[in-house]
């Protein structure tokens, strides 16, 4: 078991090495994914019982490269005698590396960030750079991802064929952005992450253990990408956003699975260990490095996460993070935040004042988010035939079971 | 966000188009799950046999009851679903659009409920 285990770990990391390596070599992202899938199943089977191979990663690269002739013979077999002399050669000029590329770019390290710059490429849908990120960059199989997303196999199979046809098609080159595009697509990569992150934490506890197991990959991802970005401030935001989130998980939701409100979490079970870690990356990012929205989020989590309870939060120090954090990326969800800050220093009525403007702003006038806020605070002022009404309306808004029974709860109470 | 996509025609119409009505909208049926299965979003889907086949069944005091129908025949049944999972519900509601029944009948377009959820 644990054999296993430390194998599968040895080549979910090797994975998008092993990939870039061969994509540089031959071009042909769609073809070299393939092969490298495969060649990981053959490792996962013949590791555990005959034991590692003395170089792993060339281990890989060779039963890799060999899929790979195979899969040129037999299509070049297919094609027919009139396209056997252009098959024979891999067709990979769309991404043709130099001869010696590989000593003169030296390391594989790079290839892991090129590889989830590529994955995460704005031509890609979002589920397209999930599933893609999760399988060429994750070295999962596409069966873990499907059952991780919920949806049939042959769905996931789908997306990610797809998504290699538009790398293929728009001949996205295999190297890393360069100047301003290197920020941006950044960025994308990191709300890639982000996203894989949440559709793990938002899983309900127990019942969906794959689901759950996202969070981890997510963090293990975000780590590969810091540790090649020690610099970027942002990549360091997020791995502490999700380490200072995470590190609340045991508390989130009850024995019977039901949703614990921050504020009413036995905060003796968060994680502390993650709660240090993340709190330390964050500090020395926000010290170090420009200031950005994930940094922002980090912090407020921070406070959130050393506080002894709800009472003890430094909340004005929240209402400002949350007010830069508005003015760095303006969202009303940010601002939905910003209202509970701004009740627990100056009052409900102050909180729902500040609510007022969303009501108005029309993008989350009818989000169930705005009205769970507004039930909140309702209720703490003392309006409790309007919290009533408000905690009805939000769970009739939501698509979330747990949400909904919570919510329903909550109405339940003010009879 | 996954959406199902609920069909309603009538049966008794349908039967009574003639051969080329018919197999236009399995054409255009066909043509958007060819679209929906290759770009990702189709997660699932069926059609039900006829309302004839129907059957009711209601427990009371621990004891079944089945009885046949509820026969319509005039009015727009249930006839199957789509699962789909969409960047947007506008996106869905497109789907549902180009669906054939929503032109002679009615699509409906319900969000699929999830077990996850964020605490508040």
């Known amino acids: 078991m644990t054999g296993a285990t430390r194998v599968e770990d040895l080549l979910r990391g090797l994975a998008p090495q092993v990939l870039g390596t061969l994509v540089r070599r031959h071009g042909q992202f769609d073809a070299c994914e393939d092969a490298v899938q495969e060649a990981l199943l053959a490792a996962a089977l013949q590791w555990p019982q005959e034991g590692l191979p003395a170089n792993p990663h060339a281990w890989l690269i060779t039963v890799a490269s060999r899929r790979l002739t195979d899969q040129w013979r037999s299509e070049s077999a297919r094609r027919g005698r009139e396209d056997v002399a252009a098959a024979q050669e891999p067709p990979g000029a769309q991404v043709a590396p130099a001869p010696g590329d590989d000593a003169a770019r030296g390391d594989d390290e790079d290839d892991t960030l090129t590889l989830l710059f590529l994955c995460c490429h704005p031509a890609l849908s979002g589920a397209s750079q999930v599933a893609l990120t999760l399988r060429a960059v994750g070295g999962l199989g596409t069966a873990e991802i499907a059952r991780a997303f919920l949806v049939p196999e042959a769905t996931m199979a789908q997306r990610i064929s797809r998504a290699k046809q538009q790398i293929k098609s728009s001949t996205i080159p295999f190297e890393q952005p360069a100047g301003d595009e290197h920020g941006e697509r950044l960025g994308a990569v990191l709300h890639v992450l982000y996203v894989i992150f949440n559709e793990g934490y938002t899983a309900s506890s127990g019942a969906d253990l794959h689901r759950a197991d996202l969070t981890a990959e997510a963090m293990r991802l975000t780590r590969e990408v810091r540790r090649r970005l020690p610099a970027d401030g942002e990549v360091a935001g997020l791995l502490a956003l999700m380490l200072l989130t995470d590190a609340r998980r045991p508390a989130r939701t009850d024995a019977d699975g039901a949703l614990v409100p921050l504020a009413e979490q036995d905060r003796t079970r968060w994680h502390r260990p993650s709660i240090d870690e993340g709190t330390a990356i964050v500090t020395e990012a926000l010290s170090q490095a420009p200031l950005g929205p994930y940094q922002l989020q980090a912090a407020i989590a921070a406070i959130h996460d050393e506080a002894r309870s709800a009472q003890d939060t430094d909340w004005p120090q929240i209402v400002r993070l949350y007010g830069l954090l508005e003015r760095l990326a303006p969202n009303p969800m940010v601002t939905l935040n910003q209202a509970v800050a701004i009740a627990m220093v100056d009052g409900p009525r102050a909180g729902l004042a500040r609510l007022a403007a969303l009501q108005d702003d029309g993008r989350l006038a009818e989000h169930h988010r705005l009205a769970a806020v507004r039930a909140h605070l309702l209720e703490q002022a003392g309006d409790i035939a309007a919290a009533r009404d408000a905690y009805r309306a939000a769970a009739r808004g939501t698509t979330s079971l747990a949400e909904q029974r919570y919510l329903d709860a909550r109405a339940d109470r003010l009879r | ?120």
Not at chain 2, 10 to 25: D, K, V
Not at chain 2, 27 to 32: F, K, L, M, S, Y
């Open chain 2, 1 to 120: 966000m996954k959406y199902m996509l609920l069909i309603y025609n009538n049966a008794a119409t349908m039967a009574a188009m003639s051969e080329e009505e018919r197999t236009a909208i399995f054409g255009a049926v066909d043509d958007i799950m060819g679209e929906l299965t290759e770009s990702g979003e189709l997660v699932g889907g069926e059609a039900l046999a006829d309302p004839s086949n129907t059957k009711t069944v209601r427990v009371r005091d621990g004891v079944p009851a089945t009885t046949d129908g509820p026969f319509a025949e005039s009015k727009e049944q249930f006839a199957g679903y789509l699962m789909v999972e969409c960047e947007t519900p506008d996106r869905a509601v497109e789907i549902a659009a180009r669906w054939p029944d929503a032109s002679r009948w009615a699509m409906e377009v319900r969000p699929v409920m999830s077990a996850d959820g964020l605490e508040m």
